[in-house]
């Protein structure tokens, strides 16, 4: 039984990387890519915000000497290198797919429009976003969120490398205990880590509820999409 009918995937780059510190990871473009199909195949609408961490954040260019706008619009075209890296791997097991970009691309891809982006959706293609909100001092799960909002998603579905939210980080502390259900007022009050305060602010105001679960554990994407108990949801 599936829970949701249109999904917000948001994918980190970093996750992309796989065990690499930069770049790509085929096997992780292979099981994303299979994973997004299966779901895909019981006829759920999925939209994808891919992140650009595997390749560049604004914030680390600072420390490279670069401000941070140019850092971040480094960012922003990392997440279409990203998006056109998923693309390919998604189209490669016959599941069509539009790449629309935040940014002016036209030879690249699509300029977003949402009511593109949601006929794309109801024609059975995945949509996947690139460039971001195209605003500097945004991260990609701000994009994850908006784009969920916009779309009207039934979930914003953060798949991360961790299996949920902790009440501290579960990599120092063996006692860390992992969250089942917690609330936006929560998550941002005790700064739980899951997502930037703007990402959570405008999910809290839109009642646009958050899982954030494992989505490296092949078969993963179909669990969350059917409501199994995995990971950790973010609801009011
Ligand atoms: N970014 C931005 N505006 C946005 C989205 C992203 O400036 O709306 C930049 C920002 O520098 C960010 C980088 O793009 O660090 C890559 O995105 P992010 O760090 O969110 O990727 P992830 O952590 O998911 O790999």
Known sequence: MLKYKRILLKLSGEALAGNKEFGFSNEVLESFAKQIKDVHEK???????????????GISGMEKGFDRVTGDTMGMLATIMNGLALQNAIESIGV???????????????????R???????????VIFGGGTSNPYFTTDSSGALRAVEIQADVLAKGTKVDGIYDKDPMKFDDAVRYD????????????????????????????PIVVFNALEEGNILKMAQGEDIGTTVKN
Do not use: W
């Open 116 to 126: 593109k982006a949601i006929r794309h959706l109801e024609k059975g293609r995945v």
């Open 181 to 208: 259900t917690v609330t936006f007022d929560e998550a941002i009050s005790k700064n739980l880590g899951v997502m930037d305060t703007a990402a959570l602010s405008l999910c809290r105001e839109n009642q646009m």
């Open 96 to 114: 069509p797919t539009r790449v629309m970009t935040a940014l002016q691309m036209p030879q690249v891809a699509e300029l977003y429009i949402r």
């Open 43 to 57: 006829g759920v609408e999925i939209a994808i915000v891919i992140g650009g961490g595997n390749i560049f954040r």
